[in-house]
C-alpha cells in the first residue's frame, strides 16, 4: 500500500497542516512518500526528509513549479500516484484548489474534508456545513483524499531519516495560468490555523475602525485574530482573517466570538474548539448555543473591561 502526501511549503520548510496530514496517512498504512513540488525548494525536501513517518521524499524541483499553481502541480501529482493506493493533501486552499484536478485526471472521485480514517476505504466527512458527518467507502483504485489538519494529530517535524529522490517523472507546463503576485498581510501574531487561542469579530463592531479594538486584548492574550463572513464582507478586515464554512477551518484552545450572531457556515469552521466564549448583546444569538461561556452585553463595554482586568494580571 504506497500513500503520496503532497507537501505544501515555503521552499525552506514543510507548512504545520502537511504535518497534521501525514498524521492522516499513518492510520492508513507506513509506507509514506512525501511529493515536495516546486522551484529551488532543496531546502524543503531536507525538511521533509527529517518528518517522523515519511519513507522517502520525492523532490520535483522546475520553474513551472513555483508557487505551487495546481494547473501545473495536478499533472505532476497525477504522474507520481502511479502505484499509489493513496494521495492526501491538506484541506486548506492549497489542497482544495489541487486535488480536485488531480482526481479529475486519475478518473476517479475525490473524498473532501476526512476528519476521521475508519478503514483503507472507509472515511468521515462533515456534511450539512457540519451538522452531520458522512462515512464514505471508496472502491476507486486510488483514493484521492484532502484531510482536515485539526482533526488529525501532526507528527513530528524531526526525527525522521528518509532518503530524497530526485522526481523522474516531471511534466511540461501546462501554461494554463501564471503567477501574478501574492498580497499577504504581515502580522506578529499566530498564524490563524495553528493559534491555541482566536479573538473572532462580526458585524457587531460596525466599522473597520471599531473591529481593531480586537488588537489591543489579542496582543495581550497571544492570540491570533479571525472574523465572521459577515465582517469581511462588509469591509472590515480581508478575507484572510475569515472562519467558516468558506473560510479557515480552526480549533483552538479558546476561541472568543465577539460581536457574532453564530451564523451556520460560522459555526462550521470553529466549533470544535476546545472552550468557546461567546460576547453578544442578544441572548438569543445562536453563538450561545455552542458556547461554553456566554456573556450577554455590549461589546463595546465588554472590551474595555477586558483589557483592563488583563492588565492586572501583569
Excluded: W
Amino acid at each position: 500500500m504506497g500513500i503520496l502526501v503532497i507537501a505544501e511549503h515555503d521552499k525552506h520548510a514543510i507548512r504545520g497542516a502537511t504535518l497534521n496530514t501525514i498524521g492522516a496517512a499513518v492510520q492508513l498504512g507506513d509506507d509514506i512518500t512525501l511529493l515536495v513540488a516546486g522551484s529551488n525548494c532543496g531546502a524543503a525536501a531536507g525538511a521533509g526528509a527529517g518528518i517522523t513517518g515519511v519513507s522517502r521524499v520525492l523532490h520535483a524541483d522546475a520553474p513551472h513549479y513555483d508557487h505551487g499553481l495546481a494547473e501545473e502541480l495536478a499533472p505532476l501529482v497525477a504522474a507520481c500516484s502511479e502505484g499509489m493506493t493513496h494521495v492526501l493533501a491538506p484541506a486548506n486552499t492549497f489542497g482544495k484548489n489541487l486535488m480536485p484536478r488531480v482526481a479529475a485526471l486519475l478518473d476517479v472521485g475525490m473524498i473532501a474534508d476526512v476528519v476521521s480514517v475508519e478503514s483503507a476505504d472507509t472515511f468521515v466527512r462533515p456534511i450539512y456545513a457540519g451538522n452531520a458527518m458522512a462515512t464514505v467507502k471508496s472502491n476507486d483504485a486510488v483514493k484521492v483524499i484532502t484531510a482536515r489538519a485539526t482533526n488529525f494529530d501532526a507528527v513530528e517535524a524531526e526525527g525522521g531519516a528518509a532518503p530524497v529522490e530526485a522526481a523522474g517523472n516531471l511534466t511540461d507546463p501546462a501554461g494554463l495560468s501564471g503567477f501574478v503576485s501574492l498580497d499577504s498581510p504581515e502580522s506578529e501574531r499566530p498564524e490563524l490555523t495553528s493559534a491555541k487561542i482566536i479573538l473572532s469579530g462580526g458585524r457587531g463592531f460596525g466599522s473597520g475602525e471599531n473591529f481593531r479594538m480586537l488588537e489591543d486584548v489579542a496582543d495581550k492574550l497571544g492570540a491570533a485574530i479571525g472574523a465572521s463572513r459577515a465582517a469581511v464582507d462588509a469591509g472590515y478586515v480581508s478575507n484572510d482573517y475569515q472562519v467558516g464554512q468558506t473560510g479557515k477551518i480552526v480549533a483552538p484552545d479558546l476561541y472568543i466570538a465577539i460581536g457574532i450572531s453564530g451564523a451556520i457556515q460560522h459555526l462550521a469552521g470553529m466549533k470544535e474548539s476546545k472552550v468557546i466564549v461567546a460576547i453578544n448583546k442578544d441572548e438569543e444569538a445562536p453563538i450561545f448555543e455552542i458556547a461554553d461561556y456566554g456573556l450577554v452585553a455590549d461589546l463595546f463595554q465588554a472590551l474595555p473591561e477586558l483589557s483592563a482586568e488583563l492588565d492586572k494580571l501583569d
